[in-house]
């Protein structure tokens, strides 16, 4: 059995219907991930137990903050300089949550923020990349 994305119908879900969703997550059936305009929704470890499809639930909560720093590194490292958008889509996170990860690596010197508004990107600082 395929399990399916939640969708749109998830957003209308945690904005229309909150406490549905508060009790789905006290339940065990859903579990939370981020915090304020970032947070989603995702099946539980449990019910993609209990379908037999663990590695979905894995694809579907995605990567842990310590893996997507390694991996936006990464792909500066490679590439020379990272957008916002490349970021979310990379990490398979929303522009918001690509937006607070980015700020975290330049708060701790290792990326430094170039351009403005729709032009920024993010290069490695070069003190960083020795």
């Known amino acids: 059995m395929k399990v399916p994305s939640p969708g749109t119908w998830g957003a209308d879900l945690v904005r229309h219907r909150p406490q549905t969703v ?15 305009e970032g947070r989603s929704y995702h099946l539980s470890a449990d019910v993609y137990s209990r379908l037999g499809q663990t590695t979905g639930y894995v694809r ?15 792909y500066v490292e490679q590439t020379g300089k990272i957008t916002r958008r490349e970021a979310a889509d990379l ?9 607070r990860v980015l700020v975290g690596l330049v708060n701790r010197q290792v990326l430094e923020m170039r351009g403005k508004k729709k032009g920024a990107h993010y290069v490695l600082r070069r003190e960083a990349s020795n």
Do not use: D, K, N, Y
Not at 60 to 74: A, V, Y
Not at 91 to 99: E, G, K, L, N, T
């Open 22 to 36: 508060q009790r789905l997550v006290e339940s065990g059936l859903i579990e939370a991930r981020g915090e304020r």
């Open 91 to 99: 990490c398979r996170i929303s522009p918001p949550q690509a937006r």
């Open 60 to 74: 579907q909560r995605g990567f842990e903050p310590i893996q997507q720093e390694h991996m936006i590194r990464q």
